[in-house]
T-cell receptor, first 115, second 114 residues
Framework: AQTVTQSQPEMSVQEAETVTLSCTYD???????LFWYKQPPSRQMILVIR??????QNATENRFSVNFQKAAKSFSLKISDSQLGDAAMYFC????????????FGEGTQLTVNP | DSGVTQTPKHLITATGQRVTLRCSPR?????VYWYQQSLDQGLQFLIQ???????AKGNILERFSAQQFPDLHSELNLSSLELGDSALYFC?????????????FGPGTRLTVT
């Protein structure tokens, strides 16, 4: 079974600084997707970024980028120029690369942004 | 706004009761997933439907059941409720054929069992 581990329960960053959230996963599959979801105090789950395992290039979405290390099974999220609105719980998630698979989530990292 | 809608937003009920949570997927998405988020269990997959048929089951209790209707909306039925069923219940939807397979979540239904 696939597992996802986020070893940092809490992180904090100063506004305008950069922070990196860590995620490792375990799978025997070769075809899969990885995601970062953000859950602000509203509790809405918001998709932040997606990485396909077959792509070597790291995904980037504006201030959000990932460092995908397939051999190490590591998938970290870097937030640049942190903003107060980035404060949220961040979940790393794994999806097997077949249609209609379930998401497996990590435990989450609570990010605080200090003004 | 993800395009996935869920009703009601909040639900307060007593132990032993039965409730129904409703979800409408994004336009064009045939697959619907239900997840439970509780403090002690994190985010757990419950069940998936694809075009009206059950596709996969996760850690769903026998007291819980779901269905997907011809118009693709889905309902999650929770019966004989216990205090431990208090949680945030999310519905998500995705395309299935051809990808991409990311799942978009509704705003959730917060269930409180007293």
């Amino acid at each position: 079974a696939q597992t996802v581990t986020q070893s940092q329960p809490e992180m904090s960053v100063q506004e305008a600084e950069t922070v990196t959230l860590s995620c490792t996963y375990d799978t025997s599959e070769s075809d899969y997707y990885l995601f970062w979801y953000k859950q602000p105090p509203s509790r809405q789950m918001i998709l932040v970024i997606r990485q396909e395992a077959y792509k070597q290039q790291n995904a980037t979405e504006n201030r959000f980028s990932v460092n995908f290390q397939k051999a190490a099974k590591s998938f970290s999220l870097k937030i640049s120029d942190s903003q107060l609105g980035d404060a949220a719980m961040y979940f790393c998630a794994y999806l097997r690369g077949t249609s209609g698979s379930r998401l497996t989530f990590g435990e989450g990292t609570q990010l605080t942004v200090n003004p | 706004d993800s395009g996935v809608t869920q009703t009601p937003k909040h639900l307060i009920t007593a132990t032993g009761q039965r409730v129904t949570l409703r979800c409408s997927p994004r336009s064009g998405d045939l697959s619907v997933y239900w997840y439970q988020q509780s403090l002690d269990q994190g985010l757990q997959f419950l069940i998936q439907y694809y075009n009206g048929e059950e596709r996969a089951k996760g850690n769903i209790l026998e007291r819980f059941s779901a269905q997907q209707f011809p118009d693709l909306h889905s309902e999650l039925n929770l019966s004989s409720l216990e205090l431990g069923d208090s949680a945030l219940y999310f519905c998500a939807s995705s395309v299935v054929a051809g990808g991409p397979y990311e799942q978009y979540f509704g705003p959730g239904t917060r269930l409180t069992v007293t």
